[in-house]
């Protein structure tokens, strides 16, 4: 049995198999929570794991600040958070108090304390370590889920919260930029070239001011603090997108995400991957998606309303093929979409429709779809030329690894809905009655197909088995209230006249009939041809050479068949290949 792994963006996984979106993330910050009440902070927990808005205290100190910035800084120092406000009230009995509105936007493990986005823990009081076992050490605590290592230096207040919550830290070993290499002072006994500090003067291998920062001997024992990266959360990347629009563009908030906008202009020819890499450098986060103009990301970006109009390049393109559009009658294809191109032969296209475009395209390299919104009106569709130089949208959102096996024998698709179908081929030729139970007692039942790319996998499969030119079951039964309609009109049209039965799909376009040489596909009648067949190739009845891939036949008609199955997913760590 073969072993995959699929890293999904959230937003395009289905209920059915995840019931909390963001995978491992914990509901809260456990180590937050204590701080936040042992201070006498007012404390909100976050909504769940999903929420763009993480645990929130507010923690109030006496003390004074001269200004905003002061109180900015002292904030920094004393609630070492994601900070959302600072404010100066000398209301209380003509007591200065500065109020810190702080938030942890990530979850840390218990036992671990977050800090400027970062997790930390020291060792056990009486523990020492050399520097080599000191990084196994971290390793070990931070566990298989994440990269632990010696805490580093991230943030120019850090050291003085590190002091503040870890009171029994003396000398420990740390890492930092080389920037911080002019307050590095010798020992004069054991020096190296590895980076500690030293909270306290006296150590039994050599003595220094208190707060001193050295290079030792790694074969020294001191303590550990230990860091790690935390996943990324919803509530740190809506944090991120705020940062980002005080700077830049607003940020759009979407379901699972956040959408942002270049400040540059790009034609077709550009590489929109690499592109968002360069947009959403500023947020330090390496792992950018693919940005897909779905209803709820439209909708949501309805509520960005511009002063005037707004034109913005999609990520959307013509299915239109050159030899169309070259033709001097400049032809349309025969099932006309635009799509977002996704990697691999296994993974569905994103598709909108040619009737949610607004207006008709031309030869004249019009392939491209610009997002056009103005004032007023809701954004929408409009096709333009490949040239056309205009700013993009770049998605950054939490990916989550999964693996999920595939059954020797089977070929696995994946869904642009989350799920990965394993289909498997059937050389024996039975009724549709009799292949539905086969597959069933395979754990499985006949196919159904979601997209042109799942059908064209079929037709690999089919090709690869040796066969050609035949037809074979799937999973779809004509309508009870469609039997006798002979007109193709509401609710017995193309695209409605068959469903998918067990929901092994939900998709069903009225060009994926294969036509036959009458033009009569499917059979307006239905009382004769109830079941559905996936008709592969060019058959004797079939219009040559034509791209559809359905047929509505007897159901006591003995075909090969296709079982499909979805493969159940388990979620895996980082490095989980």
């Not at 020492?128 to 196994?136: I, L, V």
């Not at 950054?396 to 498997?424: E, I, M, S």
Request: charged content about 25%; hydrophobic content about 35%.
């Amino acid at each position: 049995m073969t072993t995959k792994v699929v890293s999904v963006w959230l937003g395009f996984i289905v209920s059915a198999f995840f019931t909390t979106s963001w995978g491992l993330l914990l509901n809260s910050d456990e180590g937050f929570e204590k701080a936040c009440k042992q201070s006498g902070g007012d404390y909100t927990q976050r909504a769940g794991n999903d929420s763009n808005t993480g645990d929130i205290c507010l923690m109030t100190f006496q003390a004074v600040a001269t200004d905003m910035d002061a109180a900015r800084d002292f904030c920094n120092i004393k609630a070492p958070w994601r900070l959302r406000e600072a404010k100066i009230d000398k209301s209380q009995d003509s007591i200065p108090v500065i109020i810190c509105d702080v938030e942890a936007t990530f979850t840390c493990n218990a036992g671990w304390i977050q800090m400027f986005g970062y997790c930390f823990k020291m060792s056990e009081v009486h523990d020492r370590y050399t520097r080599e076992k000191a990084e196994q050490y971290c390793k070990d605590q931070a566990g298989p889920s994440f990269q632990g290592e010696i805490a580093g230096i991230h943030h120019r207040y850090i050291l003085t919260p590190w002091r503040s919550y870890f009171t029994r830290l003396q000398q420990f070993w740390i890492r930092a930029p080389e920037t911080w290499d002019e307050y590095v002072i010798k020992t004069d006994k054991v020096d190296g070239d590895n980076l500690a500090l030293s909270f306290y003067d006296v150590h039994p291998d050599f003595s220094v001011p208190q707060n001193a920062m050295i290079k030792i001997n790694g074969k020294v024992e001191l303590q550990a603090l230990c860091q790690y990266k935390p996943a990324i959360t919803p509530a740190e990347i809506n944090y991120m997108g705020r940062r980002y629009s005080e700077i830049y563009y607003p940020t759009v908030p979407v379901k699972d995400g956040i959408i942002v906008r270049s400040a540059s202009s790009y034609t077709r020819s550009s590489n929109q991957s690499d592109v968002c890499k360069k947009v959403l450098k500023p947020y330090m986060y390496s792992k950018e998606s693919q940005f897909f103009p779905d209803p709820d990301s439209m909708e949501q970006l309805a509520k960005l309303e511009p002063e005037a109009y707004s034109l913005m390049r999609s990520p959307l393109v013509s299915n239109s093929v050159e030899r169309y559009r070259t033709n001097r009658y400049c032809q349309a294809p025969s099932n006309p979409h635009y799509e977002v191109v996704l990697g691999g032969k296994k993974t569905a296209n994103f598709v909108v429709e040619e009737n949610k475009i607004k207006g008709k395209p031309t030869c004249d390299n019009m392939m491209s779809v610009s997002i056009s919104h103005f004032k007023g009106q809701a954004p929408e569709f409009h096709p333009m030329v490949d040239s056309q130089s205009l700013p993009i949208w770049c998605k950054l959102g939490k990916v989550v690894k999964y693996k999920y096996k595939v059954t020797p024998g089977w070929t696995d698709f994946r869904r642009l809905n989350g799920q990965v179908a394993l289909h498997w081929l059937s050389k024996d030729k039975l009724t549709f009655a009799d292949a539905a139970a086969a597959c069933e007692a395979k754990g499985a039942n006949l196919a159904g197909i979601n997209s042109l790319k799942e059908a064209e996998q079929l037709g690999n499969h089919v090709v690869g088995a040796n066969l050609n030119n035949e037809q074979f079951w799937l999973g779809a039964q004509r309508r009870t209230e469609c039997l006798e309609n002979n007109d193709w009109k509401p609710p017995c049209t193309r695209d409605k006249i068959f469903e998918w039965m067990n929901n092994v799909a939900t998709d069903f376009r009225s060009e994926w009939w294969k036509k036959n040489n009458n033009l009569h596909s499917p059979n307006p009648s239905g009382t004769g041809q109830r079941c559905l067949s996936f008709a592969f190739g060019d058959l004797w009845w079939s219009y040559k050479g034509h791209t559809g891939f359905l047929d509505d036949i007897e159901c006591h008609t003995e075909l090969r068949y296709f079982c499909s199955k979805m493969a159940p997913f388990t979620e895996c760590e980082e490095n989980c290949d």
